[in-house]
């Protein structure tokens, strides 16, 4: 039963630069959520995906977007990269978009911005 | 709003002793989860247990057990017999029914180093 997968695992940009970050949910589930975890903090919920939709957005400005295709899989977007977006970007996934199902997470993508 | 509190930045713990990571809640919804994450360095979020607001039991998964005592809105995380591969950063976080999605909320997180 294949987990979360995210790539990559580490990633290397300067100030202005696009970014894509990649995110294949667990077997079975179909809702993918991203979070940005800064250094020392909890993560913080960027937004969820389901039904290929955005359902939901935390306090993140519109430089960072998403999408979500057919086989579940879902990619986020950040542009005008600022030095604060270093962090690392974790995508969970669930077998629903509401209620309390555990959501679980992949490995991560350190994203550095230089 | 809802909102998680972990006040201990860091814990150290003799292997093979009990330790008890402190977290405690807010929320005005009746219905909600609490789960209990593990981080190691590699940065991966490992779920190690969960409770709903109307479980009558407190959860245990292992030698993990969660202290949930709802009047006080805390759902305190029991690590028995510590091992050293404990040593991890660890997260509460809650999600609820009433919400929109199924967002987690988490904790500023408490780092556990276990000694030998």
């Known amino acids: 039963d294949a987990g979360v997968t995210q790539s990559p695992t580490h990633l290397i940009k300067t100030r202005g630069q696009q970014v894509t970050l990649r995110c294949s949910p667990k077997?079975?589930?179909?809702?993918v959520s991203w979070y940005q975890q800064a250094l020392g903090q909890g993560p913080q919920f960027i937004f969820q995906y389901y039904e290929e939709e955005e359902r939901q957005r935390g306090n993140f400005p519109d430089r960072f977007s998403g999408h979500q295709f057919p086989n579940y899989s879902s990619e986020l977007n950040v542009n005008a990269l600022l030095l604060g977006d270093s962090a690392l970007y974790l995508c969970?996934?669930?077998?629903?978009?509401?209620?309390?199902?555990?959501?679980?997470f992949g490995p991560g993508t350190r994203l550095t911005v230089l | 709003a809802q909102k998680i509190t972990q006040t201990q930045p860091g814990m150290f713990v003799q292997e093979k002793e009990a330790v008890t990571l402190d977290c405690t809640y807010d929320?005005?919804?009746?219905?909600?989860?609490l789960f209990w994450y593990k981080q190691p360095s590699s940065g991966e979020m490992i779920f190690l247990i969960y409770q709903g607001s109307y479980d009558q039991q407190n959860a245990t998964e292992g030698r993990y057990s969660l202290n949930f005592q709802k009047a006080r809105k805390s759902a305190n995380l029991v690590i028995s017999a510590s091992q050293l591969g404990d040593s991890a950063m660890y997260f509460c976080?809650?999600?609820?029914?009433?919400?929109?999605?199924?967002?987690?909320?988490f904790g500023t997180g408490t780092l556990l180093a276990v000694q030998p």
């Open positions: 976080a809650m999600s609820s029914y009433g919400g929109a999605t199924n967002k987690l909320i």
């Open positions: 969970a996934s669930s077998p629903r978009p509401r209620g309390v199902d555990t959501q679980y």
């Open positions: 929320t005005s919804d009746p219905s909600y989860g």
């Open positions: 077997s079975g589930h179909d809702t």
